[in-house]
């Protein structure tokens, strides 16, 4: 993993993106509770795409230091998370605005693509 991510598990997930009750059967709402956008990389220890991904990630993370978190998490090791997004493929991204739903990016990019979806999504 690269060291400029934070690694999220569920807990954090619930205190720092969004509260979610996994054990109801209803779907919940959708709030960001952060303060400030985020990205959360879904990715496991075997995936190749994944370990290209992460250099990419933790530069944006330096170029956005203060305006975005960068979160990462093992999704094997975080099931509940991966289910709530329906993440079946590696990596997986999810964008997550200050205001309105999650966007889902499945793939590796380079960086120039993370530039401008942040700049999409997040209008920075």
Request: glycine letters at 8%; one cysteine or more; a negative charge.
């Amino acid at each position: 993993m690269a060291e400029g991510l934070t690694y999220l598990s569920t807990a954090d997930f619930k205190k720092k993106v969004c509260y979610y009750d996994f054990t109801s059967n209803q779907q919940p709402e959708w709030k960001y509770i952060g303060d400030k956008p985020c990205l959360i990389d879904f990715s496991t220890a075997w995936c190749g795409w994944c370990k290209k991904l992460h250099p990419v990630l933790e530069e944006v993370s330096k170029q956005y230091e203060g305006e975005i978190y960068v979160y990462t998490l093992d999704a094997e090791k975080e099931p509940e998370l991966s289910a709530l997004f329906g993440v079946r493929s590696f990596p997986t991204v999810i964008l997550c605005p200050m205001k309105g739903g999650p966007r889902i990016v499945q793939g590796y990019h380079p960086l120039d693509y993370w530039q401008e979806a942040i700049k999409q999504v997040f209008g920075l």
